[in-house]
């Protein structure tokens, strides 16, 4: 169809062959950018979703005035095994773009986000209130524009107020809750409609832990802001960290050495295992079932150490450099690792038997939380949220990293899409990543542990895509002068999900919540960076 | 209910007796400087991701190469980076004290024709915190010591994250696993900072929730304590600089008690919690050394 009308218009000639080739030739390894005109822009996008059927991975807004005298946006799509961008460019006299969202929903919090970050403002967009920046932040500063002075402090001001989604009529009360909870969390405000105990509408406002991540990368050196990418998130640390170093050894065009691949691999199926075990214990703690809590906070503890023994860090920290990986295991490290895993696949079994031989447990997991493969879709949802909701997608299998490319990765998908159905993923991957990292630990090769990367390119670009825990990261990078860093984009798996959430919990009790919450398990951190 | 029951039984106790016992050995923990190997090359400080090792010169012509364990992250790139193998990373995580500068290690060198026996004053290093204002110290101290008589063996606590990476919220979580269990130590979390003496914060405190801390240490009563955990929270870690970080607790709040580490140890912050309650004394302390004269210029 787009081809079709694309011949129609010699404006898009070149969309029209990209587009063509890249359709004929689906296994093609070669990654496809797409410029088009701002006219263009939302055609463009619903063509390469719809007829490649290819989800939106990233959208990354650029200040580009001091080279070419424009912004530019790119909507990166993850066609298969390859990035297709499409890209467009917009003139700082009139900084405006029609919105993709209307028929992209997954656009809608990148372009909410870049209206606030860059002041591109996203004509049609359903909901063009402010997402990133809180209320009191003042009118026309935009931090990720060249000429933010990042230094000088912000002044709070009056003025803008958030409006809220307020629903009507009787009996229905408003419940608002956070940004600081009751428990050990991290901060978020949510907004409850109800009549009774059954939420009607939930509205959250998030990123209260903004902390101005992608713009302390400008300018710093590649190698610092890895020390940085490993710290936008303390559960993500080692898969961000990983996404960020293979989006700096794609520019550099290093090939890490197999030892650092396989290292990588290994350590990112323990962040994986630490995580889905813990996140099962947390499911415990949120139907108050004491026994399971604890024995899954046990668990977690013993892979924690794990950690800690091998790399120094029980979050995995410092494991990552650019080139390759920094800490060399010792044989007799690899040997209690093994023995380690072992006995703890053993013990994780037993609790798993116990969760599933526990009917009240499982009675509330049980069509708590529903989200349909619709609107997991719809919304771009990726991970342990995805698969539950029949979306099968792995960033392992799809778009191969670290030393995935050589290994079967099996990826569990169910259907029924509520907190049972993601916590059977979690139990059902987190066997899986045992059998592979005994795998990856009796296949270690010897050899160097990493390479060096020196200098790089100025203004080249490349994606790092990582599966954490939470599901697939893309860090979108380009470089600057002097080996520094132009502009870092990082899309987590949590700011895919958190849309979802809002859609769970609806029909829902309020007293839920806290479950459907843990049974995403996404981070704050993550998502606000 | 007999699966739950043996599954208990099979278990046993799994809990740990720290601060009586405790394990670290492989901890990636404080660096230690060699003043006889440093030759105040600058290759630590560069490759330093939180600026937390400084080089600067004296007046005198001499030099000072200092590090502040409250922005260190503990990634021991330095230890790498150092050409003559001065530092060296240790397993040491009980970092916790009241006083940022405790956390400060400096050596200083005279230049080469005048070698000094003592080293000079050395500069402040925590800027512009509100524990450099004598007057809120004191007050805030006077309390801390009332709370500390009065509670020393029951302490309640409201954790806030104020814009952490959540590495040192999930320790504090684990405090509560079966593992280390603080509630036998007579410590527990509450879930409003009206029921709390102590507030234990994570994070560089961001622009979105500066507000919301201040509020929440309102709403405690007195007296009161402020425990700040982890490099962010100690010193803004790799985030300083940030337009959307005030850089550290003590930028809004006095604080009682720094807790270093990225993110510190679940045994760490016992170790800090029971510091604040003056159940243990600080191992830390500010250490000044003397490092290798300058080499005399050839002939």
Not at chain 1, 152 to 181: A, Q, S, T
Not at chain 2, 43 to 49: D, G, L, Q, R, V
Request: charged share 25%; with cysteine; hydrophobic share 40%.
């Amino acid at each position: 169809m787009l081809v079709a009308e694309a011949a129609r218009d010699a404006e898009i000639d070149t969309l029209k062959e990209e587009v063509y080739r890249s359709l004929l030739a689906p296994e093609s390894a070669e990654n496809v950018n797409l410029k088009v005109t701002l006219g263009r822009l939302a055609e463009a996008c619903t063509a390469v979703n719809r007829h490649l059927g290819a989800p939106l991975a990233t959208m990354v807004g650029l200040d580009d005035r001091e080279r070419t005298g424009k912004y530019r946006l790119i909507y990166v799509f993850s066609a298969g095994r390859r990035w297709v961008s499409v890209e467009t460019e917009i003139d700082p006299t009139n900084p405006r773009f029609p919105s993709v969202t209307p028929g992209l929903p997954a656009a809608h919090w990148y372009e909410r986000e870049v209206q606030d970050m860059l002041g591109l403002i996203p004509d049609g967009h359903p909901d063009p209130r402010r997402l990133v920046l809180h209320d009191d932040w003042p009118e026309g500063v935009f931090p990720l524009r060249k000429d933010f002075d990042p230094s000088g402090p912000v002044p709070r001001v009056d003025g803008y107020k958030h409006r809220f989604h307020h629903l009507h009529g009787e009996g229905i009360v408003e419940i608002p809750v956070g940004p600081i909870h009751a428990g050990v969390i991290e901060p978020g405000h949510f907004r409850f409609a109800a009549v009774g105990e059954v939420v009607l509408h939930l509205e959250a406002r998030l990123f209260y832990s903004h902390r101005g991540i992608e713009k302390l990368a400008e300018g710093k050196r590649f190698d610092h802001v890895l020390q940085i990418a490993e710290r936008i998130c303390g559960a993500c640390s080692l898969s961000h960290a990983v996404a960020y170093s293979q989006a700096i050894e794609s520019i550099a065009g290093t090939v890490i050495p197999q030892r650092a691949a396989i290292l990588r691999t290994f350590y990112l199926e323990l962040e994986r295992l630490y995580n889905h075990i813990g996140d099962l214990g947390n499911i415990c703690a949120g139907v108050g079932f004491a026994v399971g809590a604890s024995q899954g906070g046990r668990l977690k503890e013993e892979m924690m150490r794990l950690n800690e023994r091998l790399t120094g860090n029980r979050f995995l920290r410092g494991v990552c450099s650019i080139g390759g990986v920094r800490l060399n295991p010792s044989t007799e490290v690899v040997r209690d690792a093994a023995n380690t895993l072992h006995k703890i696949e053993a013990e994780f079994r037993n609790f798993v038997d116990l969760l599933m031989g526990t009917e009240p447990f499982l009675d509330r997991l049980t069509g708590t939380g529903v989200v349909s493969y619709q609107a997991a879709r719809d919304l771009g949802a990726v991970g342990v949220a995805a698969r539950a909701s029949g979306v099968d997608c792995d960033a392992r299998r799809d778009h191969p990293h670290a030393g995935y490319g050589a290994l079967q990765i099996a990826v569990p998908v169910r259907t029924s899409g509520d907190v049972h159905a993601r916590a059977l993923v979690r139990v059902d991957e987190s066997l899986i990543s045992f059998a592979l990292a005994r795998e990856l630990l009796s296949s270690l090769p010897s050899g160097p542990l990493a390479v060096e990367v020196r200098e790089l390119p100025t203004y080249e670009t490349a994606i790092g895509v990582t599966e954490s825990p939470r599901g697939e990261n893309v860090h979108w990078v380009r470089t600057g002068k002097n080996g520094s860093i132009d502009r870092y984009r990082i899309r987590s798996a949590s700011y895919c999900n958190w849309p979802v959430v809002a859609l769970a919990v609806p029909g829902n009790m309020v007293p839920d919540f806290p479950l459907i919450n843990k049974s995403f398990e996404l981070c704050y951190s993550c998502l606000d960076r | 209910m007999l699966r739950i029951i043996r599954t208990s039984l099979r278990t046993g106790r799994v809990t740990e007796a720290y601060p009586a016992e405790s394990t670290a050995r492989y901890y990636r923990g404080r660096p230690k400087i060699d003043p006889a190997r440093c030759d105040f090359t600058a290759a630590c400080a560069a490759s330093c991701p939180s600026r937390a090792i400084t080089i600067s010169q004296k007046e005198d012509g001499g030099q000072r190469w200092q590090m502040d364990l409250a922005r260190c992250v503990f990634c021991g790139l330095c230890a790498e980076a150092c050409p003559n193998g001065a530092i060296t990373v240790t397993g040491e995580f009980e970092l916790a004290t009241h006083s940022r500068d405790d956390l400060i290690v400096g050596v200083t060198r005279a230049p080469a024709a005048v070698m000094s026996r003592t080293p000079s004053p050395p500069p402040v290093a925590a800027g512009d915190s509100r524990n450099d204002r004598p007057d809120i110290k004191d007050g805030c101290n006077k309390l801390s010591n009332r709370l500390r008589s009065l509670l020393k063996r029951s302490l309640h606590i409201r954790h806030m994250a104020a814009g952490s990476d959540n590495s040192c919220d999930w320790e504090i979580a684990h405090l509560l696993n079966p593992v280390y269990d603080v509630q036998r130590l007579g410590i527990d979390f509450v879930a409003s900072p009206r029921h709390a003496d102590l507030l234990l914060v994570t994070g560089a405190v961001t622009r979105n929730l500066e507000i919301a801390l201040y509020a929440t240490y309102q709403a405690m009563p007195s007296p009161r304590l402020v425990v700040a955990v982890g490099d962010e929270a100690c010193g803004g870690g790799v985030l300083q600089g940030s337009y959307a970080v005030a850089g550290g607790v003590d930028r809004c709040l006095p604080v009682d008690v720094y807790v270093p580490g990225d993110p510190p140890r679940p045994q760490a912050i016992i170790q800090g919690l029971l510091i604040a309650l003056d159940r243990l004394e600080p191992r830390v302390r500010r250490v000044e050394m003397v490092g290798r004269p300058t080499a005399p210029a050839p002939r």
